[in-house]
């Protein structure tokens, strides 16, 4: 097994939210789950129990060979992380038009955006973007193996959606992370870690949000996501974003295991305390009037 980066395990430790108890369970077994695809045939799959916080979510007891099966290519069920699904739980609880257009801005290799897709089940519109060519292509094969006409898949710069303001309903960022949350799943999220590099990341995290804030409309909502457990990349950016943005926290119920953050604004499943990887959500909603036409937009 890996070592932990030691400035990690020395941050969790003196940590009195996540305890030391992160640590041993980051060191065990990976828990293994699927969402289905309501609109295919159900697989026969070692399935476990239900997951609770997402509609077709399941525990697998085994981790099979998903690539040697037809049906994993045919799309009828996408593997994913357990607390990634916490998605589903909060897109439910969302007051969203009846055809909502839906921006998932960090969509590679589509775990999110087929979660989408069965929620919206080919209402309104997902526009599934990418910003790494090679990625955009694996989402844009996942997305087209999930099956619904009303998605579309772009390979574009967080920036250049400043290009339509005032245009989505909901916005998706689950953005790159440090991945502290994948240390257990991914071994090599070890070695990547440093400190420097959650600065990093955190920076980014800041700029993406601001790229792609104009082009949710007012009312709309800015659902923010990573896989990592730091503050400076969970509850510090909230602070900064709410500092920064005409934005509100969105009050949403999620239940225990789930726990609300450091700052009650957002929330995190912790492995060892929920069966599932390193996970964050915050969720914030738009307010200000909705703006006139004077974007560039309107003028090019
Ligand atoms: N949402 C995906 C899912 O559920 O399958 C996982 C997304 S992963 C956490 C973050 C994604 O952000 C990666 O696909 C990465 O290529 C992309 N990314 C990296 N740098 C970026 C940037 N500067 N702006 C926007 N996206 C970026």
Known sequence: MIPFPLKFENRVKNDLF???EL??????????????????TKPNLPFQKEIDWCQNGYY??????FTLDPLFHAGTYYPQEAGSMVLDSILRQLDLPEQPKILDLCAAPGGKSTL???????????????????????LRENLSKWGHTNVVVTNND??????????FDTIVVDAPCSGEGMFRKDPDARTEWTEDNVQLCAARQKRIVMDVWDSLKAGGYLIYSTCTFNEDENENNVE?????????????????PIQKDRIQKGFYCIPGKTATEGFYIAVFQKIGKIPSFTSKFAYN
């Open 158 to 167: 967080p920036e250049h959606f400043e290009k339509i303001p005032n245009f």
């Open 60 to 65: 697998l007891t085994e981790r099979p060979s």
């Open 116 to 138: 989408i897709a069965s929620f919206l089940d080919n209402k309104g519109m997902l526009v599934s973007n990418e910003v790494i060519n090679s990625r955009a292509k694996i």
């Open 18 to 20: 996540l305890g030391e």
């Open 240 to 256: 900064w974003l709410l500092n920064n943005l005409e934005a509100e926290i969105v009050s949403v119920e999620l239940k225990e």
């Open 23 to 40: 640590l041993t369970a980051l060191n065990t077994e990976t828990p293994t789950s699927v969402r289905l695809n309501p609109h295919k």
